[in-house]
């Protein structure tokens, strides 16, 4: 196939690129070229921005674009009212957040989604961001009504990952020593980049139509389950202590980036448990976690120390909070 890539230089877009080279596919990328990323593609490239550049894909041909970086839904309608007839399929990335937070467990693709009262807005916070997706698709859906494959994955993790969310714990696993973590029957799901981008391209390829919830893994697993798994992977000697939700808000401890991806009961047990029997049936698959842990690993050790960590809990919190957890 001829494929267009929007974006295709961070985290996720690699691992696309990668797994679509690897199937025998002809790539176009379409993307700023601002991305600090040092990923080179071997690809052609077209440097341009969807708001001021498309015509620089004007006269070509694709039969399908992947587009993994749309966030304002007048810029993605105009680069699928641009592309319309110029590719024969549109799959738009798109994220569990459309869903509210707190919705009950096991949600399919047909729970309620998210809107915004003034769609006219273009300032994307926590609290937009999922509404702006749901526009997102919607804006792709007009254009290619009935070839429109919407991704809505979760957590991604896995090399390249800028967040530092699932890292965090692979480095701190890697470390060694006393270490605080989440209640350990916390329910916790993620997808690796690789796995993602692996169902995402076989659904391409099938020009498959409709809408996916796109996370793991296959069962329910919890921090429990997860960080002895970690421990086993890296040949660690971290010891782990899993602390309640109060303790943790009577430390002020913030949820999900300072404690990386710790979330209350409620929450968790609303937004890590998404159902996703439909990729399953349709093909979705994934490799064993040890193996994502020890290739983030592997990736995490060649950065260098003062690269950005969005999530993190600093070690002189952490300490402060083991003493206060230990006898």
């Known amino acids: 196939m001829d494929l ?18 690897a199937s025998g596919h002809r790539l176009t990328l379409f993307n700023r070229g601002q991305s600090r990323s040092n990923f080179k593609a071997d690809a052609e490239t077209i440097i341009g921005d969807r708001e ?20 304002l839904p007048r810029l993605v309608g105009l680069s699928a009212k641009a592309l319309y007839g110029q590719v024969g399929h549109y ?28 769609e006219s807005v273009e300032e994307v916070t926590g609290e937009t961001y999922g509404p702006l997706k749901v526009l997102c698709e919607a804006a792709v859906q007009a254009n290619f009504p009935a070839k429109t494959l919407i991704i ?29 973590a989440p209640p350990a029957e916390q ?26 919830n796109v996370t793991g893994l296959a069962r329910r697993m919890t921090f429990g389950e997860l960080l002895p798994l970690a421990k086993k992977a890296l040949d660690s000697d971290v010891r782990f202590h899993h602390c ?8 002020d401890v913030g949820e999900f ?23 399953l049936r349709d093909g979705l698959t994934f490799r064993e976690p040890a193996q994502t842990i020890r ?8 950065q260098p120390p003062d690269a950005p960590k969005p999530a993190d809990l600093p070690p002189e919190k952490e300490a402060a909070l083991l003493a206060a957890r230990l006898p």
């Not at 996720?12 to 797994?19: D, R």
């Not at 990952?161 to 006393?178: E, S």
């Open 4 to 21: 267009l890539i929007i974006g295709g230089t961070n985290f996720l877009g690699p691992a696309l690129v990668a797994e679509a080279l």
């Open 187 to 212: 329910p916790i799901q993620f997808i690796d980049a690789r796995d993602l981008a692996a169902f995402t391209l076989r659904r391409v390829e099938a020009r498959a139509a409709g809408t996916y």
């Open 295 to 302: 290739d983030t690993w592997e990736w995490a050790r060649t």
């Open 244 to 251: 309640g939700d109060d303790f943790l808000r009577e430390n």
């Open 52 to 71: 001021t550049d498309l015509q620089r894909l004007a006269g070509r041909k694709w039969d399908a674009v992947i587009d993994t970086c749309g966030y």
């Open 257 to 279: 980036m300072e404690l990386p991806l710790w979330v209350n009961r409620e929450l968790a047990e609303s937004f890590m448990t998404f159902n996703i029997d439909s990729a």
């Open 152 to 180: 809505r994955s979760g957590l991604i993790v896995g090399p390249r990952d800028p967040t530092n969310r699932f890292t965090y714990w692979v480095t701190r696993t890697a470390k060694g020593g006393q270490a605080i």
């Open 91 to 118: 799959t738009f990335l798109s994220t569990l957040s459309v869903y509210p937070l707190l919705g009950g467990a096991n949600r399919d693709e047909s729970a309620d989604v998210l809107t915004l009262e003034d």
